[in-house]
């Protein structure tokens, strides 16, 4: 795969997995999923942002185009982006794996490496040369180790799995390059299935990085944010602060089909009330993933059972 370039000295190297049939063994993926990873180029050193999930590390190696990194960052620990990291210290012994103190943590204990390794606090940066990384730390979103690293002279920020989403990238990255009108339902239902019940946290992330200007979001999953950063953003916002959109979800099991019909004839007079935006969703067929997106979507909820 060509080299991607994000912006000047900025590179995307992730991989597309489109052979998982379900994340976490949980969540349907009907449109694969991406792992993202990125390269950054200093002056004086690289670095890596995050890594990807095992299976695809060879992938990842041929993206790379020969980078090598001085430093690993760590955003987020959960194995489909750090299961990676004992293959690529085998690689680059020399590379420097950067993370906060219970990212290191967890690095010792899930594969064993203690040494050259750099804890970094909150609000500390890192000299490439020409480029500097800037960390935050934004515990659970959607695990406590979790942070992001802001390049303020490109203002670029690597979200880890905020902003992220379900669907793997159809030959480019940038949101400027591709329709995301199918990646926003799978935002959706990312964020409700994995990221949902840490709002309180995600609105302490929001707040504590309005301090900075970002013309680029870059995720560990889905489509790098750049054109449409105003609307994913509120996406995001309202979903964090739990403000749902117009609308009913129906949702109903049945055994011969009268609790069918009662949940047909709701959504009838929903719409003869004036109601537009009607879900609705037989429990013993739809994935659960789906059933829970449109539960947080939307306002109105009905749940039919025999």
């Given at each position: 795969?060509r ?11 992730g991989?597309n ?10 969540w349907?993926l ?29 992938h ?28 690529l ?6 590379m ?6 219970k ?33 935050y730390?934004t515990?659970?979103i ?7 690293t ?5 203002k ?18 940038t949101?400027s390059?591709?329709d995301i ?23 302490k992330?929001?707040?504590k ?9 870059c995720p ?7 054109e449409?950063?105003?609307y994913?953003s ?10 749902a959109?117009?609308?009913v979800?129906?949702v109903y ?10 949940a ?25 993933s789906?059933?829970?997106?449109d539960?947080f ?8 059972a025999?």
């Amino acid at each position: 795969m060509r080299i991607r370039e994000i912006v000047s000295c900025i590179d995307y190297v992730g991989v597309n997995d489109r052979t998982t049939q379900k994340f976490e063994a949980l969540w349907p993926l009907p449109q694969g999923v991406s792992y993202n990873s990125y390269i950054v180029r200093g002056s004086k050193c690289t670095a890596m942002i995050d890594a990807v999930e095992i299976s695809q590390c060879e992938h990842l190696l041929k993206n790379m185009n020969g980078a090598q990194p001085d430093y690993l960052v760590i955003n987020h620990m959960e194995p489909d982006h750090s299961g990676a990291i004992p293959v690529l210290r085998k690689y680059f012994p020399q590379m420097t794996i950067v993370g906060n103190i219970k990212t290191l943590d967890m690095v010792k204990n899930y594969y064993g490496i203690e040494d050259n390794v750099l804890k970094i606090a909150d609000g500390e940066e890192l000299d490439l040369g020409g480029l500097t990384l800037r960390f935050y730390l934004t515990p659970m979103i959607h695990w406590p180790e979790t942070m992001m690293t802001y390049v303020p002279e490109r203002k670029l920020l690597f979200t880890g799995d905020a902003f992220g989403c379900f669907g793997a990238l159809n030959g480019a990255v940038t949101d400027s390059d591709i329709d995301i009108s199918p990646y926003i339902p799978e935002m959706y239902r990312y964020y409700s299935n994995i990221v949902g019940k840490y709002g309180t946290f995600v609105q302490k992330a929001i707040n504590k990085l309005n301090c900075i200007e970002a013309n680029y979001l870059c995720p560990t999953h889905g489509p790098v944010w750049h054109e449409n950063l105003r609307y994913i953003s509120s996406i995001y916002n309202r979903l964090s602060k739990y403000e749902a959109e117009p609308g009913v979800v129906i949702v109903y099991g049945s055994m011969y089909g009268n609790t069918e019909d009662m949940a047909e004839l709701i959504a009838d007079q929903l719409v003869q009330e004036g109601v537009r935006n009607i879900r609705i969703h037989n429990a013993s067929y739809t994935d659960l993933s789906y059933i829970l997106s449109d539960i947080f979507k939307y306002n109105g909820l009905i749940i039919g059972a025999p």
